[in-house]
């Protein structure tokens, strides 16, 4: 990601380190990292962090790690582990040779736990789980001291060590630090520090039988790599008090945590529990559906990591959570996509025209201009010949007003090509439907100029039915019909149902066709569609349309502007 100075980004994270650079806190050193879990894909959600924690590293010639807190073996998988590297790697952070895992400071943070027990702030307790939920008390109301807490340190140590030793079932014992039971601030009432789960990890295998806590495991996680600024969303403010008594108690290193507003998107949700949800219930076709707010979906469906970065930075860094319009991040993508997409004519919808006055045996190719809005991207050649296809919509047998397309008697132009006139409609004979036109063309208006000055109001794209190949294309529509389906008690009540239409007989010029998967297009007057990489035949390419053409975006900035 470059950090042009002009586009860089201020905002009250960076106010605290240009603060910190000043006062020559941490020897003048930037470390940031992004320490997701590994129990899902990463979503855009995730993107904002990293694009945020690699940003600011990069901006102040800092260091950027990624680090996998994998403290949970059950719900962890290598999937996720592998799924998440190529995102962040796509997404363009860099973590270069500083890939971590918590589980790597497994042997380090058990000796924490024992330091702590050795300090008589930590002690082993046998309530059971439902026990100890009781005894926590409430956010009114105190909790009670669990009658192990004054273990004494020889017995915590010896109940510890045969804990690691496997001679205790999942739940019957647990490490606890010993706090307050009074603090108003639950997450101090004796935090559970260690666990004991007899389950393989996807890194450590079976050589523990006890996984220490999330929240221990994160916070000194952190210590241990000296990350200087470690920037969290908000719902780990109330976990703060608790990762500085953790540090402080064993005498280590200690980064500062920096808070900021989770994003939320309208029209989907970023909740990798959630996700999983849609995931296991099929409702999507995988982690990277194109409809999910996946980083592998949004890969899927087209979105480049400019399109993201941009939305990213024009939303910034809030104190508050707020919930984002997905027609911004459209309108970021379609920017992008402007730029770069290869301009081609795909019929989704095929009516047959055949060319009366034109050779039977021609074919001619015609220069075609790949993206107007970048002269370097050239031209290409697109072949033309008596019969062609144009979209079933661009004809009407009784125009309406203000329908500029193709009627009877009516001339249209064809984009790169020629005039068309319909002279005859052919229809079924036994439904009526429109299944051919006939039209006669201006030899003259070859490139779809006109020959004498006179106007034609429509053109119309096209495809060359020799030429043309049959693809596949689906579009997408948004996910969920509301804007916040976690508004809802089922957040899945408003998934829409119909967020997914395929056609499957469209045609398409043949460049477009025999392009790269991965390769992103410009549909003329449809959208920006990407070649599907992984459902794609050498038979069947598949497109999925990445976004409209129509930015509500423009419209709502706008009417904000004339407010
Ligand atoms: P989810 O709620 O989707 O399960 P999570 O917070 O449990 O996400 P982690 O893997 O723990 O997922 O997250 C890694 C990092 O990403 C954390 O620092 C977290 O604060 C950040 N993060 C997660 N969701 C968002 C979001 N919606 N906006 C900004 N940052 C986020
Ligand atoms: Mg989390």
Same mark, same amino acid.
């Given at each position: 990601?470059?950090?042009?100075?002009?586009?860089?980004?201020?905002d009250?994270?960076?106010?605290?380190?240009?603060?910190?650079?000043?006062?020559?806190k941490?020897?003048?050193?930037?470390?940031?990292?992004?320490?997701?879990?590994?129990?899902?894909?990463?979503?855009?959600?995730?993107?904002?962090?990293?694009?945020?924690?690699?940003?600011?590293?990069?901006?102040?010639?800092?260091?950027?790690?990624?680090?996998?807190?994998?403290?949970?073996?059950?719900?962890?998988?290598?999937?996720?582990?592998?799924?998440?590297?190529?995102d962040?790697?796509?997404?363009?952070?860099?973590?270069?040779?500083?890939?971590?895992?918590?589980?790597?400071?497994?042997?380090?943070?058990?000796?924490?736990?024992?330091? /702590?027990?050795?300090?008589?702030?930590?002690? @082993?307790?046998?309530?059971? #789980?439902? =026990? $100890?939920?009781?005894? !926590?008390g409430? %956010?009114?109301?105190?909790?009670?001291?669990?009658?192990?807490?004054?273990?004494?340190?020889?017995?915590?140590?010896?109940?510890?060590?045969?804990?690691?030793?496997?001679?205790?079932?999942?739940?019957?014992?647990?490490?606890?630090?010993?706090?307050?039971?009074?603090?108003?601030?639950?997450?101090?009432?004796?935090?559970?520090?260690?666990?004991?789960?007899?389950?393989?990890?996807?890194?450590?295998?079976?050589?523990?039988?006890?996984?220490?806590?999330?929240?221990?495991?994160?916070?000194?996680?952190?210590?241990?790599?000296?990350i200087?600024?470690?920037?969290?969303?908000?719902?780990?403010?109330?976990?703060?008090p /608790?990762?500085?008594?953790?540090?402080?108690? @064993?005498?280590?290193?200690? #980064?500062? =945590? $920096?808070e900021?507003? !989770?994003?939320? %998107?309208?029209?989907?949700?970023?909740?990798?529990?959630?996700?999983?949800?849609?995931?296991?219930?099929?409702?999507?076709?995988?982690?990277?559906?194109?409809?999910?707010?996946?980083?592998?979906?949004?890969?899927?469906?087209?979105y480049?990591?400019?399109?993201?970065?941009?939305?990213?930075?024009?939303?910034?860094?809030?104190k508050?959570?707020?919930?984002?319009?997905?027609?911004?991040?459209?309108?970021?993508?379609?920017?992008?996509?402007?730029?770069?997409?290869?301009?081609?004519?795909?019929?989704?919808?095929?009516?047959?025209?055949?060319?009366?006055?034109?050779?039977?045996?021609?074919?001619?190719?015609?220069?075609?201009?790949?993206?107007?809005?970048?002269?370097?991207?050239?031209?290409?050649?697109?072949?033309?010949?008596?019969?062609?296809?144009?979209?079933?919509?661009?004809?009407?047998?009784?125009?309406?007003?203000?329908?500029?397309?193709?009627?009877?008697?009516?001339?249209?132009?064809?984009?790169?090509?020629?005039?068309?006139?319909?002279?005859?409609?052919?229809?079924?004979?036994?439904?009526?439907?429109?299944?051919?036109?006939?039209?006669?063309?201006?030899?003259?208006?070859?490139?779809?100029?006109?020959?004498?000055?006179r106007?034609?109001?429509?053109?119309?794209?096209?495809?060359?039915?020799?030429?043309?190949?049959?693809?596949?294309?689906?579009?997408?529509?948004?996910?969920?019909?509301v804007?916040?389906?976690?508004?809802?008690?089922?957040?899945?009540?408003?998934?829409?149902?119909?967020?997914?239409?395929v056609?499957?007989?469209?045609?398409?010029?043949?460049?477009?066709?025999?392009?790269?998967?991965?390769?992103?297009?410009?549909?003329?007057?449809?959208?920006?569609?990407?070649?599907?990489?992984?459902?794609?035949?050498?038979?069947?390419?598949?497109?999925?349309?990445?976004?409209?053409?129509?930015?509500s975006?423009?419209?709502?900035?706008?009417?904000?502007?004339?407010?």
């Amino acid at each position: 990601m470059s950090t042009n100075e002009a586009t860089t980004p201020s905002d009250f994270i960076r106010d605290i380190i240009n603060e910190d650079l000043k006062n020559n806190k941490n020897e003048s050193r930037v470390h940031t990292r992004f320490p997701p879990e590994p129990n899902g894909y990463i979503h855009i959600g995730h993107a904002k962090s990293i694009n945020l924690n690699f940003g600011i590293a990069s901006q102040y010639k800092g260091k950027f790690n990624l680090r996998f807190d994998d403290t949970n073996p059950s719900k962890e998988e290598q999937e996720y582990v592998q799924s998440i590297i190529e995102d962040i790697r796509w997404l363009g952070a860099d973590w270069e040779d500083r890939l971590f895992y918590a589980s790597d400071y497994y042997d380090r943070l058990y000796d924490y736990a024992v330091q /702590l027990i050795e300090k008589g702030k930590a002690y @082993v307790d046998d309530l059971t #789980p439902d =026990q $100890i939920r009781e005894y !926590r008390g409430t %956010l009114t109301e105190p909790g009670k001291n669990s009658p192990h807490r004054d273990r004494s340190i020889e017995e915590n140590l010896d109940l510890f060590k045969r804990m690691r030793a496997g001679e205790f079932e999942d739940g019957a014992r647990v490490l606890r630090a010993k706090i307050d039971m009074a603090s108003p601030n639950l997450n101090m009432r004796d935090p559970a520090i260690y666990r004991i789960k007899h389950e393989s990890h996807h890194r450590t295998g079976d050589k523990w039988c006890i996984y220490p806590m999330y929240d221990f495991t994160h916070c000194l996680s952190d210590s241990i790599e000296a990350i200087t600024h470690s920037v969290c969303t908000l719902e780990f403010e109330d976990h703060r008090p /608790l990762y500085d008594w953790f540090i402080d108690e @064993v005498g280590a290193y200690h #980064p500062q =945590q $920096i808070e900021f507003a !989770r994003m939320n %998107l309208s029209y989907t949700v970023l909740s990798k529990r959630k996700l999983l949800k849609l995931v296991e219930d099929g409702d999507v076709d995988g982690w990277d559906d194109p409809r999910m707010p996946t980083v592998s979906g949004m890969r899927r469906r087209g979105y480049t990591p400019e399109a993201i970065r941009n939305f990213c930075e024009r939303i910034g860094v809030a104190k508050r959570d707020s919930l984002v319009d997905i027609a911004l991040l459209e309108h970021c993508l379609r920017e992008d996509l402007n730029l770069r997409a290869t301009r081609v004519m795909a019929v989704l919808e095929p009516l047959k025209v055949v060319i009366t006055n034109y050779p039977e045996d021609k074919t001619e190719e015609l220069e075609a201009v790949n993206n107007p809005e970048d002269e370097s991207a050239g031209t290409r050649m697109v072949p033309f010949s008596r019969e062609i296809y144009i979209e079933r919509n661009d004809f009407r047998e009784d125009p309406p007003k203000k329908f500029f397309r193709l009627g009877p008697g009516r001339e249209v132009r064809l984009k790169h090509a020629y005039f068309i006139r319909c002279d005859e409609v052919i229809k079924d004979d036994k439904t009526g439907e429109v299944v051919e036109l006939r039209c006669s063309y201006d030899p003259e208006s070859r490139g779809g100029m006109s020959p004498d000055g006179r106007k034609v109001k429509g053109t119309l794209h096209w495809v060359s039915a020799a030429q043309a190949k049959k693809v596949e294309v689906r579009f997408f529509e948004r996910l969920f019909t509301v804007e916040n389906p976690l508004a809802d008690e089922d957040f899945k009540s408003s998934l829409n149902p119909d967020s997914r239409r395929v056609l499957t007989s469209c045609l398409i010029e043949p460049f477009a066709a025999e392009a790269a998967p991965g390769t992103l297009f410009q549909f003329m007057r449809q959208g920006y569609f990407y070649l599907d990489s992984i459902d794609s035949t050498a038979e069947m390419p598949v497109f999925n349309r990445t976004v409209s053409l129509r930015d509500s975006w423009a419209k709502i900035e706008k009417s904000m502007k004339s407010k």
